[in-house]
């Protein structure tokens, strides 16, 4: 079993930066893809970004597209998402995923293990 903990998470202003961190451990692998995924009250949770096991490849939300990066660290098992010129509607709880396949971020979301999640507030 894979735990994984958010961190980051914080309340700033439109147009500022909010870097989130996520540490995984327990039954990890390098191997496993890892993800964003962040939800507005009321709603699914909705995906954000992919990263592949390696960081070769990255997948992001068209919301997020440009001023979102997301980065690995497999010698941390840790895996982060630079965000930037935030916006109020990215405010949400945002959340951690780990899953075995890179190409199942493109089509399905409730899939692996997730962490507790980080509440991001921007405000206007």
């Known amino acids: 079993q894979v735990q994984l903990v958010e961190s980051g998470g914080g309340w700033v202003q439109a147009g500022g930066s909010l870097r989130l961190s996520c540490a995984a451990s327990?039954?990890?692998?390098?191997?496993?893809?890892m993800g964003w995924f962040r939800q507005f009250p009321g709603k699914e949770r909705e995906f954000v970004a992919a990263?592949?096991?390696?960081?070769?490849?990255?997948y992001y939300a068209d919301s997020v597209k440009g001023r979102f990066t997301i980065s690995r660290d497999n010698a941390k098992n840790t895996v982060y998402l630079q965000m930037n010129s935030l916006k109020p509607e990215d405010t949400a709880v945002y959340y951690c995923?780990?899953?075995?396949?890179?190409?199942?971020?493109?089509?399905?979301?409730?899939?692996?293990?997730w962490g507790q999640g980080t509440q991001v507030t921007v405000s206007s």
């Open positions: 995923n780990t899953r075995p396949s890179y190409s199942s971020y493109f089509r399905t979301a409730d899939s692996g293990s």
């Open positions: 327990g039954r990890t692998s390098s191997s496993y893809a």
């Open positions: 990263i592949s096991w390696s960081g070769g490849s990255t």
